[in-house]
């Protein structure tokens, strides 16, 4: 017999809860960043999701997106922006802002809070692990693929998301406006009904945010609820 609820199997994704993103001591941290936490422990607690699962950014020392990697002229984090070509495709770049060095592989900064540690979750996806180019996605680099369907970077999340038959992704997590935003993106793209819990998160500029969810609901196919709507299915 066909399973009456194969038509909805909720994943909750939870993005880069991580020491880094966090005040007080993150290097990059996200204002309020830890103040979501508590519902995100609801939600986990919940028999809801038929899949858990936690991203870590996870940065080599070299990793592009860090302002101390383009010493000359000096660059200053959060402020200034620097363009990534696309290693597969050199006539492709995007410009993005330059971080302080944050979520380096094995330090305590990468690591997730204790709160929400990785216990909570089935699995964990590391992400922004190639020092070439910045990942804000949970999924893929932002280049398109090559014509040969190739590309600089799948962290195997979509790929698995399939492989249990997800129908629907529930996103919350740091940074709203950055790597929330674009695995959202990713998930609709990915044919996921896509959803961002808006109290579980938080950006690292709050005065975008109401930009970022007209641009991601109009353009990107993703809701935006808050946790009291009855309107999340
Ligand atoms: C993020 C900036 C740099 C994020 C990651 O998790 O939103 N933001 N790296
Ligand atoms: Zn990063």
Same mark, same amino acid.
């Given at each position: 017999?066909?399973?009456?609820?194969?038509?909805?199997?909720?994943?909750?994704?939870?993005?880069?809860?991580?020491?880094?993103?966090?005040?007080?001591?993150?290097?990059?941290?996200?204002?309020?960043?830890?103040?979501?936490?508590?519902?995100?422990?609801?939600?986990?607690?919940?028999?809801?999701?038929?899949?858990?699962?936690?991203?870590?950014?996870?940065?080599?020392?070299?990793?592009?997106?860090?302002?101390?990697?383009?010493?000359?002229?000096?660059?200053?984090?959060?402020?200034?922006?620097?363009?990534?070509?696309?290693?597969?495709?050199?006539?492709?770049?995007?410009?993005?802002?330059?971080?302080?060095?944050?979520?380096?592989?094995?330090?305590?900064?990468?690591?997730? /809070?204790?709160?929400?540690?990785?216990?909570?979750?089935?699995? /964990? /996806?590391?992400?922004?692990?190639?020092?070439?180019?910045?990942?804000?996605?949970?999924?893929?680099?932002?280049?398109?693929?090559?014509?040969?369907?190739?590309?600089?970077?799948?962290?195997?999340?979509?790929?698995?998301?399939?492989?249990?038959?997800?129908?629907?992704?529930?996103?919350?997590?740091?940074?709203?406006?950055?790597?929330?935003?674009?695995?959202?993106?990713?998930?609709?793209?990915?044919?996921?009904?896509?959803?961002? /819990?808006?109290?579980?998160?938080?950006?690292?500029?709050?005065?975008?945010?109401?930009?970022?969810?007209?641009?991601?609901?109009?353009?990107?196919?993703?809701?935006?609820?808050?946790?009291?709507?009855?309107?999340?299915?």
């Amino acid at each position: 017999m066909a399973d009456p609820h194969s038509n909805f199997r909720p994943a909750l994704l939870v993005v880069d809860m991580q020491e880094d993103f966090c005040p007080q001591s993150g290097s990059l941290a996200v204002p309020f960043g830890r103040t979501i936490t508590p519902l995100i422990s609801s939600l986990l607690a919940l028999p809801t999701f038929t899949l858990k699962v936690a991203t870590q950014d996870w940065h080599p020392t070299t990793h592009i997106s860090f302002a101390s990697n383009h010493p000359s002229p000096p660059k200053r984090p959060f402020v200034d922006s620097h363009t990534i070509t696309n290693p597969l495709d050199p006539s492709q770049s995007y410009t993005t802002l330059l971080w302080p060095d944050h979520c380096i592989q094995d330090t305590p900064g990468a690591a997730l /809070i204790p709160e929400l540690a990785s216990s909570h979750f089935d699995y /964990i /996806i590391k992400k922004g692990t190639d020092p070439r180019v910045e990942m804000y996605s949970a999924f893929f680099d932002p280049f398109p693929p090559t014509g040969k369907g190739e590309r600089v970077c799948d962290s195997g999340l979509a790929n698995l998301l399939h492989e249990k038959e997800v129908t629907h992704v529930y996103v919350v997590g740091l940074a709203g406006d950055f790597c929330v935003k674009h695995t959202a993106y990713d998930a609709a793209k990915e044919g996921f009904q896509t959803v961002i /819990i808006e109290e579980g998160t938080k950006s690292v500029n709050p005065d975008v945010w109401d930009e970022c969810k007209k641009e991601m609901e109009s353009i990107g196919g993703v809701r935006v609820v808050g946790v009291e709507s009855e309107d999340v299915q």
